[in-house]
């Protein structure tokens, strides 16, 4: 982990300016930001932990527990709200077996609700690996996760 961070940060040429993009790199190659890794950073960028901790803690898109491979994000925000995103929460949560922010025990996946996406018109909208799908419905929804590899059980095998 150690020589993975150093090589991060030399790709900055050490700048402590930009720590954001840092720890998004990290993000990026650990799928969440490990302590190791954040200690490591302040190291080599000689900034204090506690700064270190201040920025990963402010910016929601950072991560101390480590987020599956497959990431959705379902918007929540008013337009999508209304258009039936509280039933799509649920779906996918029964399907994935958490609940909203939490990460499957095979850490396949990640699920969250955001405030709003900025894709309004496209209400309700989940995010899929960083992949926008619009007019969300629980069938579609469901057709994701099989995708993706999630076993759904069936009506019939329901019964």
């Known amino acids: 982990m150690e020589e993975k961070v150093k090589e991060i940060v030399q790709r900055y040429s050490g700048d402590k300016s930009y720590l954001v993009p840092i720890l998004q790199d990290v993000q990026k190659e650990f799928n969440y930001l490990p302590k190791d890794a954040l200690f490591s950073v302040s190291a080599h960028l000689s900034v204090p932990i506690s700064r270190v901790y201040e920025v990963v803690t402010f910016y929601k898109a950072f991560s101390l527990k480590p987020k599956g491979r497959n990431q959705l994000s379902l918007?929540?925000?008013?337009?999508?709200?209304?258009?039936?995103?509280?039933?799509?929460?649920?779906?996918?949560?029964?399907?994935?077996?958490?609940?909203?922010?939490?990460?499957?025990?095979?850490?396949?996946?990640?699920?969250?609700?955001?405030?709003?996406?900025?894709?309004?018109?496209?209400?309700?909208?989940?995010?899929?690996?960083?992949?926008?799908?619009?007019?969300?419905?629980?069938?579609?929804?469901?057709?994701?996760?099989?995708k993706l590899g999630k076993k759904v059980a069936t009506d019939d095998e329901q019964d």
């Open 75 to 146: 918007c929540m925000g008013t337009a999508c709200h209304v258009r039936g995103a509280e039933l799509i929460a649920s779906n996918v949560s029964d399907i994935l077996g958490i609940k909203e922010g939490d990460t499957t025990a095979d850490l396949e996946f990640s699920f969250e609700t955001v405030g709003c996406l900025g894709a309004c018109a496209l209400g309700p909208v989940l995010v899929v690996n960083g992949e926008y799908h619009g007019h969300m419905n629980i069938a579609k929804s469901t057709k994701i996760l099989k």
